[in-house]
């Protein structure tokens, strides 16, 4: 079993930047490929960065060279920075996590997460 918190959500103005973080127990977390996704009102949960077990990073084209995911195993912790934001990324942000078997694996769908955390708000004004 793995726990999820998350960190570091907030309102802010389009163009500012955060950094979430979420921090995880319970299991050996190097082991785990880790992911962000977001959820606005209305609307389903989308996919926005994954993080591989080797480091390998992926992102939606939404937020790409805008948002970076990042891991630190020492810390049993992933990160995402958040940067030139814009209120169309007004959401809750979840962090999630999947056992995975291969270094190189990563998960953009929902459905594939095994772990949860219980979501930080993050509202972008415009």
């Known amino acids: 079993q793995v726990q999820l918190v998350e960190s570091g959500g907030g309102l802010v103005q389009a163009g500012d930047s955060l950094r979430l973080s979420c921090a995880a127990t319970g299991h050996t977390f190097s082991l785990y490929a880790m992911g962000w996704l977001r959820q606005a009102p209305g609307k389903e949960r989308e996919f926005v960065a994954a993080?591989?077990?080797?480091?390998?990073?992926y992102y939606a084209d939404s937020v790409k060279g805008r948002f970076t995911i990042s891991r630190d195993n020492n810390k049993n912790t992933v990160y995402l920075q958040m940067n030139s934001l814009k209120p169309e990324d007004t959401a809750v942000y979840y962090c999630s996590a999947k056992r995975a078997y291969y270094t190189y694996n990563y998960y953009r769908d929902a459905s594939e997460y095994e772990y949860w955390g219980q979501g930080t708000q993050v509202t972008v004004s415009s």
């Open positions: 993080i591989s077990r080797s480091g390998t990073t």
